[in-house]
């Protein structure tokens, strides 16, 4: 089992910044390919970003291209998402996730494990 913790939603105005964090425990998290996803009201999960279990690769949604960061450290067992130029559509819960394979996925179904999600809302 993977336990993930999301943190560090807020609220934002639009072209600010936020930092969110997932600290993992339970297993060995530098076997893992990491991701994030986003689900805004009334609309399916959908994905963000993913890193592989190295953090060597990385792999984003177009969206948010050249905006949002994936970023690891595997000594603290934790995965970041930097979000810079936020926009009001990025108003969303943010969830971590974790797949028991190395490289990183945009797929939902590929991942095994979830966090509880973290509210991010940018105003206009």
């Known amino acids: 089992q993977v336990q993930l913790a999301e943190s560090g939603g807020g609220l934002v105005q639009t072209g600010g910044s936020l930092r969110l964090s997932c600290a993992a425990s339970?297993?060995?998290?530098?076997?893992?390919?990491m991701g994030w996803f986003r689900q805004a009201p009334g609309e399916e999960r959908e994905f963000v970003a993913s890193?592989?279990?190295?953090?060597?690769?990385?792999y984003y949604a177009e969206s948010v291209k050249g905006r949002l960061t994936i970023s690891r450290d595997n000594a603290k067992n934790t995965v970041y998402l930097q979000m810079n130029s936020l926009k009001p559509e990025d108003t969303a819960v943010y969830y971590c996730?974790?797949?028991?394979?190395?490289?990183?996925?945009?797929?939902?179904?590929?991942?095994?494990?979830w966090g509880q999600g973290t509210q991010v809302t940018v105003s206009s």
């Open positions: 890193i592989s279990a190295s953090g060597r690769f990385t």
């Open positions: 339970g297993r060995t998290f530098s076997n893992f390919a």
């Open positions: 996730a974790a797949r028991t394979r190395k490289p990183p996925s945009g797929l939902r179904y590929e991942y095994e494990y």
